[in-house]
C-alpha cells in the first residue's frame, strides 16, 4: 500500500505521486466510497496531451458518473489496463493497483498535502 502522506492531492479528489517528470493519478479512497461500486472507467490513450483542469475520463458506479481531471498539463503514457479490465481495483485498492493514469508533465501545480486533503474532506 501506498504512503498516502508521501501523495499530493487535488480538491477534485485526485491523488498524484511525483517521481521525476512523471505524475501517476488516481481516485482517493473518499472519492471511490461516494462514488459506490464503480463498474466502468473511461481512460485516455497513451500519447493524449492533456491540460490541467480538464476533464480527460470518466467513472461510472452503481451510483453516479464522476469525471476525471487531469491534474497536470503533459502527455499521457500509460493508462492502467488492469483497472480498464476490472474497475472494481478502484474502490478495493484506490491507493495502489487502482491508479488510473500516468502522465509525463511539463510543469507541477500547486498541489494539496496529505494534512491539507484531509482538512477538506474533513469540512
Not at 511525483?18 to 490513450?45: M, N, Q
Not at 507541477?108 to 496529505?114: A, I
Amino acid at each position: 500500500m501506498t504512503d498516502q502522506t508521501s501523495l499530493q492531492y487535488t480538491a477534485e479528489h485526485e491523488w498524484i505521486l511525483v517521481d521525476g517528470d512523471t505524475a501517476t493519478v488516481g481516485i482517493t479512497a473518499y472519492a471511490a466510497d461516494k462514488l459506490g461500486d464503480v463498474v466502468y472507467v473511461d481512460l485516455p490513450a497513451a500519447g493524449s496531451v492533456v491540460a490541467s483542469g480538464k476533464v480527460v475520463g470518466e467513472i461510472e458506479s452503481t451510483k453516479s458518473v464522476g469525471e476525471l481531471f487531469a491534474p497536470v498539463d503533459g502527455t499521457i503514457v500509460e493508462s492502467n489496463a488492469d483497472v480498464d479490465a476490472d474497475p472494481s481495483l478502484v474502490n478495493s485498492d484506490p491507493f495502489g493497483a487502482g491508479w488510473l493514469i500516468k502522465v509525463k508533465f511539463t510543469a507541477l501545480p500547486t498541489l494539496l498535502s496529505f494534512d491539507e486533503y484531509s482538512a477538506l474532506i474533513a469540512e
